[in-house]
């Protein structure tokens, strides 16, 4: 499975961004992680395909948003009140098969990983 992240850019503080990613096959779990200048990556949310669950950072609770056409094999990242802090790369990654939620914020569980596409919030 190939993915293919877009939707990045340069957005003002409280301003608003929608990422998408693309997969080019049926992935089961999808999600989206980031690295932020001289951080280690990070994950952000992520969304199950059979029953639409999903598990997010406590960091961008109430803020951002996962949702998935499964017919067409995209996820979305809408990102609200973005903040300064919300700057960085974005990936999305994704797993053939499906996981529990507890384990959806790990990264060594998923298969396959995007380009990243970058996000800057400015202040």
Same mark, same amino acid.
Do not use: H
């Given at each position: 499975v190939q993915l293919q992240a877009s939707g990045g850019g340069l957005v003002q503080a409280g301003g608003s961004l929608r990422l998408?990613?693309?997969?080019?096959?049926?992935? /089961?779990?999808?999600?989206?992680?980031r690295q932020r200048p001289g951080k280690e990556r990070e994950f952000v949310f992520a969304i199950r395909r059979n029953d639409g669950a999903t598990r997010y950072a406590e960091s961008v609770k109430g803020?951002?948003?996962?949702?998935?056409?499964?017919?067409?094999?995209?996820?979305?990242?809408?990102?609200?009140?973005?903040?300064? /802090?919300?700057?960085?790369?974005?990936?999305?990654?994704?797993?053939?098969?499906?996981?529990?939620?507890?384990?959806?914020?790990?990264?060594n569980v998923y298969d396959y990983w995007g380009q990243g596409t970058l996000v800057t919030v400015s202040s």
């Open positions: 998408s990613c693309a997969a080019s096959g049926r992935s /089961e779990t999808m999600a989206w992680f803020r951002f948003t996962i949702s998935r056409d499964n017919a067409k094999n995209l996820v979305y990242l809408q990102m609200n009140s973005l903040k300064p /802090e919300d700057t960085a790369v974005y990936y999305c990654a994704a797993r053939s098969s499906s996981l529990i939620t507890g384990q959806m914020s790990r990264q």
